[in-house]
């Protein structure tokens, strides 16, 4: 990542008024692998990542990995980065299913980096986990804050799914067409707890990712406008 592409593309979130920026990392990294190699090759890519997203000033890192590789890509790199872990679906062999066991990475990366570390919630994810954010909203962000504290919920990744309740398949589909619906997306817009959370949609593009992507944002504001004025 040279001098001037960085610098540009401060300039063109400046410029586009774009608050907060995160980087996805890439899916290949495996932090958790029982390959030595591919665990070390992680790293190293995971400690790249981090240095991009230092020199082009960005807001939030996600990766859904082990907490010790973490750690000691904190060590190597520092700098101010948050690192978000994502919540998963559960699928094959995938960390990060429950809120326990984001709980349990969280800790393990050490209390000296607990104020560089969250959670990013992706909400087909969640239902596919089998978290009931269609049937029991409240409940589950009650649930949330129990284990994981509310203040640790610093991303969402808002997408319906094409699976049901406790499928552990990962699966997305446009916000309102799922086993979601859209009245998790309301509550979670006019939630006041989540107000300043940024939010990000996930959802597939198809044939005309334009629409798409402004009928799943034009509803979510739709849903935000009430919360807004009050």
Do not use: W
Not at 181 to 192: C, K, S, T, V
């Amino acid at each position: 990542m040279d001098r001037d592409t960085a610098a540009a593309f401060r300039a063109a979130a400046k410029a586009h008024g774009i608050v907060v920026a995160g980087s996805h990392d890439s899916y290949l990294i495996n932090l958790a692998s029982p390959d030595r190699g591919l665990r070390e090759r992680s790293l190293r890519s995971f400690c790249r990542e981090l240095e991009r997203c230092e020199t082009l000033g960005l807001d939030l890192a996600g990766l859904r990995r082990n907490a010790a590789a973490i750690r000691r890509a904190l060590l190597r790199v520092g700098g101010n980065v948050p690192i978000l872990l994502e919540s998963t679906a559960g699928q094959g062999r995938s960390l990060g299913e429950s809120f326990e066991e984001l709980a349990v990475l969280l800790e393990g990366v050490g209390p000296e980096f607990q104020d560089r570390l969250g959670v990013c919630v992706d909400t087909a994810h969640v239902l596919a986990a089998g978290y009931d954010l269609a049937g029991d909203y409240e409940g589950v962000m009650q649930e949330f804050d129990r284990v994981l504290g509310l203040a640790r919920l610093r991303l969402f990744h808002l997408n319906d799914s094409k699976t049901p309740l406790g499928s552990r398949v990962d699966r997305h589909e446009q916000i309102g067409d799922g086993y979601l619906g859209r009245e998790p997306f309301r509550l979670i817009m006019r939630d006041r707890r989540f107000r300043d959370v940024p939010k990000v949609i996930e959802t597939p593009k198809g044939d005309d990712p334009v629409r798409n992507d402004r009928r799943n944002l034009n509803y979510l504001r739709r849903c935000s406008q009430r919360l807004t004025k009050n």
